[in-house]
């Protein structure tokens, strides 16, 4: 049986109400595809601490989850991903990549022109949507 594996992932948005774009480093698993940033929660940890510490570790900031935006089950041919999309916001630093490639801001429209991992899609899809 494949594994479960259960991630959260923070969407980000800025004052100019553009989203934060993060692509994974060739060396990451899921290579060179964009994603929200986030990680894997771990045993006994709750999803915003989950979320709260990945953030730091990554981009080097920190965040205050607001709530859950999507929730999605997603197959991938090696394991099963539970991604979960929190809208948060960022109270102290500025995002840094320390593992990713590359971060960017986009406004909502333009989302759809990235290679997103595919578990994000159904996210991505909903923020487009939005308005
Ligand atoms: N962080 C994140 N991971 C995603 C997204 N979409 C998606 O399919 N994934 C996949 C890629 C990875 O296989 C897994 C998350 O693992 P990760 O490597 O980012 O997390 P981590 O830092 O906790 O990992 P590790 O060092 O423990 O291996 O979920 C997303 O939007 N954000």
Redesign the pocket.
């Known amino acids: 049986m494949k594994k479960l ?1 259960k ?3 923070a969407i980000i948005e800025n004052d100019k109400k553009e989203i934060l774009c ?1 692509l ?1 480093s060739p060396e ?3 290579p060179n ?10 045993k006994d940890e709750d999803i915003y601490t ?1 979320l709260i510490r ?1 953030i730091h ?2 981009l080097d900031c920190t965040i205050e989850p607001i709530d859950l935006y999507h929730d999605n089950t ?1 197959e ?1 041919e090696a ?1 099963i ?1 539970n ?1 979960l ?1 929190l809208k948060c916001k960022i109270t102290e630093g500025t995002p840094t990549p320390s ?1 990713h490639s590359k971060l960017i801001w986009l406004e909502r429209e333009n989302l759809e022109s990235l290679r ?5 899609i159904p ?1 991505v899809e909903q923020l487009i949507k939005e308005k």
Not at 33 to 38: C, I
Request: glycine share 6%.
């Open positions: 594996v991630v959260v992932a993060a994974r990451m698993a899921i595809m964009w994603e929200f940033p986030g990680g894997k929660v771990e989950a990945e570790e990554e997603h991938y394991f991903i991604i999309c593992e997103w991992a595919p578990a994000d996210a």
